[in-house]
């Protein structure tokens, strides 16, 4: 078994194109995989252990991603996948998912964007700007080459540090709110990666004809769920429980978009919802394939040290 530390997956410097295509490829199979509900174990109120398991036939791989939250601990929230050879049952590597978990996300996040979005969106409102929303902004505007605007929502300084990240983007310009209601006011796409909300961020009205709201993190768009004309999750299980799941005007998986088996958007006046919160087949498949780059350079496959501080992609 090898181990693959976080220095050594970020060292391959995978393209955010690259991770664009392997949530698409992953995504493409779904419904052959086998992708069992996660398990979670609390230690305590503070302290939690999810566990997800996933067999991809088509590339003879079955993996297990383990995440971890430990208040203590820097940082707080920790992942690890563990990746296996179904043919010969071999324990492959041991990987560190940080890089993994920030860059799939983003890259699940963006392809909802691009296949979803109505045809004339310009304005992009962004709260919640930390990995995931670089990530996301990184994974768009690898594809995206028209001008666009991005609104950010002010949070102790880290709009300023956003706009920084960005700087040698061209085609990207970029406004501050202070409000969500106003940063959201007017916005074609809503990227939330707020982690935390207990209320919601806007009234109905705010919500223009043709909106895409992306809520990597779900909270605060509940009002949403009564009102908008279509949603999409990444997989039923993580929506089923939602208190207005069965008042969803048209309700589907995302695969099935990508499958060409439902149209996605149908008009630029529909608004749609995109709850695309995370699975475990994404992190695999990553895994997977970093796994057949990391072992044809064997340079990279030996690091002096585990340790990871905070980072920032």
């Not at 079955?62 to 050879?85: C, H, M, T």
């Not at 004339?120 to 990184?138: D, I, P, Q, S």
């Amino acid at each position: 078994m090898k181990i693959f530390h976080f220095e050594t997956i970020k060292k391959q410097n995978i393209l955010p194109q690259t991770c664009v295509e392997w949530v698409r490829e992953a995504f493409r199979l779904k419904y052959l995989s086998q992708l069992p509900a996660k398990i979670s174990m609390k230690i305590d109120e503070k302290i939690f252990f999810n566990t997800m398991p996933v067999y991809l036939p088509d590339l003879n791989r079955f993996g297990v991603k383990v995440v971890s939250r430990y208040p203590e601990r820097e940082p707080a929230l920790q992942a690890d996948i563990l990746l296996f050879d179904t043919q010969t049952g071999e324990t492959l590597a041991l990987m560190d998912g940080s890089w993994i978990t920030a860059m799939r996300t983003g890259a699940v996040a963006a392809l909802a964007i691009k296949e979803l979005k109505s045809s004339t969106a310009r304005e992009y409102a962004f709260l919640g700007l930390g990995n995931t929303a670089r990530a996301t902004l990184l994974c768009l505007l690898s594809f995206l080459h028209e001008p666009i605007h991005i609104r950010l929502l002010a949070y102790k300084g880290q709009e300023q540090l956003f706009i920084e990240r960005f700087a040698a983007y061209e085609s990207v310009r970029f406004s501050v709110y202070d409000l969500v209601e106003d940063l959201i006011d007017g916005a074609d796409v809503v990227v939330s990666c707020v982690t935390v909300a207990t209320e919601l961020f806007a009234p109905d009205r705010v919500f223009k004809e043709g909106v895409l709201v992306v809520p990597v993190h779900t909270r605060g768009f509940q009002n949403c769920d009564l009102f908008f004309d279509k949603v999409f999750a990444d997989d039923t299980n993580h929506v089923k429980d939602f208190k207005y799941f069965s008042q969803f005007k048209a309700y589907d998986e995302f695969s099935q978009i990508l499958l060409g088996e439902n149209p996605g958007r149908e008009s630029d006046k529909e608004r749609i919802l995109a709850y695309n919160i995370g699975i475990a087949l994404h992190d695999v498949y990553f895994a997977a394939k970093l796994f057949e780059l990391l072992e044809a350079h064997p340079d990279f496959q030996i690091q002096t040290s585990s340790n990871l501080a905070k980072y920032w992609v």
